[in-house]
């Protein structure tokens, strides 16, 4: 794109468009987050392993403490992506010690993710006091009843310098791709984790579960943004 100077991530998994005065804070496995003037920031295909915000009556009568369920986990609604994204503000404003709430929900547009729920969501919230705007595009994946993927790419800058800032922040998240070989390697990565269980309960008693890497929605997510 016109003005951006395209940097390729060091793992080979992906590339993106970088505007004047902006700089890929970290990149790896197809995603990116990038830093710009003013605080802006932009975020590219982040996944996050998430459970299911009514996951202990899943295990009604196991005798488990809801505490010993995938303890450090963040718990969201699999039914409605702004529910979900509401709750990983909170969970990941807790994780970094921040003050951090959004204040109003500006747009929703329900997005189709196969068997997830998405949409493209703008949204006001007060960080440490600062008035910022969001908009990106949020989308829960479940893995099954436990479960499940979330996934972000989103702009976001101080409410004083959204509006001038919107437009390069959304050139250089549309000049974002990921590579043949990462969408390849996550494919399989999702094939092979369906026969496999890597997580066990703090308690002997704890139903084991499979940790699916769901990274099929990885491509879709790609495919979306590129309309």
Not at 65 to 89: C, Q
Not at 121 to 131: D, L, R
Not at 162 to 188: D, F, H, N, V
Request: net charge positive; proline share 5%; aromatic share 8%.
């Amino acid at each position: 794109a016109q003005g951006l100077k395209t940097v390729q991530f060091p793992d080979g998994s992906g590339k993106v468009g970088v505007a004047a005065g902006w700089k890929v804070k970290q990149s790896g496995n197809g995603g990116a987050v990038l830093n710009g003037p003013n605080g802006a920031e932009v975020y590219l295909g982040i996944p996050m392993n998430v459970i299911s915000s009514n996951v202990a009556q899943q295990y009604v009568g196991s005798g488990i403490p809801d505490s010993a369920l995938f303890p450090g986990s963040p718990r969201v609604n699999f039914g409605s992506p702004v529910i979900a994204t509401l709750e990983m503000v909170s969970f990941l404003a807790r994780q970094a010690g921040i003050s951090a709430r959004i204040t109003k929900v500006r747009r929703v547009e329900p997005v189709a993710w196969g068997n997830g729920r998405a949409a493209l969501i703008q949204f006001a919230s007060v960080v440490n006091g600062k008035p910022i705007e969001t908009y990106g595009l949020f989308a829960v994946q479940p893995i099954d009843n436990v479960q499940a993927l979330f996934y972000f790419s989103s702009v976001a800058a101080p409410a004083g310098s959204y509006s001038k800032a919107l437009p390069t922040m959304l050139a250089m998240w549309k000049s974002w791709g990921i590579s043949q070989g990462t969408q390849r390697q996550r494919l399989e990565a999702a094939s092979k984790s369906l026969a496999e269980v890597d997580w066990v309960g703090t308690m002997d008693s704890v139903t084991r579960n499979r940790r699916i890497a769901g990274e099929t929605a990885a491509r879709e997510f790609n495919r979306y943004i590129r309309q």
